[in-house]
């Protein structure tokens, strides 16, 4: 199995080592060309902005939306999940593969960065250390979205089909639970 990984900005390679643990050797994915080769794709925490532009720059960003539709597995991670979203702020995103809409860097300053103990059903996960890093919030989700996890009333791990997006970090806990089951989509 070839799983990518969005290597133009962010925190890609936190995932490595997890990805290695499940038995993967992942590709880091740089061009059009890496892109056309992997069989999913984990876009990472980072700025969405840069992470956008660097797309669009390096000729990647119709190449990522036209294989996303024609059903590759992809798994947002915070920035990652803003470009995946339907809704930013009110205008329309990036990649807008999943009908959510989203605001960034919604929970405030003072608590832009934290951790919180939430309930994953789905992954066994009970009280897990999610770490929200200048996280957005899952504002809307559509039809045919499940949410997985949520934080208080928000939703921050949902999935719709092959497109999954995660607010927090998985990458910065020692638990693999969310890359085996995002290897087993
Ligand atoms: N605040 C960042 C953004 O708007 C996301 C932060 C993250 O990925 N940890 O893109």
Request: net charge neutral.
């Amino acid at each position: 199995m070839r799983v990518g990984l969005l290597g133009l900005q962010g925190a890609f390679l936190d995932h490595i080592p997890h990805l290695k643990r499940c038995g993967v050797e992942p590709v880091i994915v740089r061009d059009a060309q890496a892109l056309s080769t992997i069989d999913r794709l984990i876009i990472p925490g980072g700025e969405s902005t840069v992470m956008s532009k660097f797309l669009q720059e390096f000729g990647m960003l119709r190449p990522l939306g036209d294989r996303v539709s024609a059903g590759l597995p992809v798994w947002g991670v915070c920035a990652g999940a803003i470009l995946l979203s339907q809704q930013v702020n009110g205008s329309p995103g990036v990649l807008a593969a999943l009908p959510i809409s989203l605001t960034r860097n919604a929970y405030g300053r003072q608590i832009a960065s934290d951790t919180r103990p939430i309930d994953i059903a789905l992954l066994d996960l009970v009280a897990y250390p999610a770490v929200f890093i200048r996280a957005p919030r899952i504002d809307r989700v559509g039809e045919g979205v499940v949410v997985h996890a949520v934080r208080d009333r928000d939703p921050v791990f949902i999935q719709k089909d092959h497109i999954m997006a995660s607010t927090f970090h998985p990458e910065l806990n020692p638990d693999d639970a969310f890359h085996r089951y995002f290897i087993s989509l």
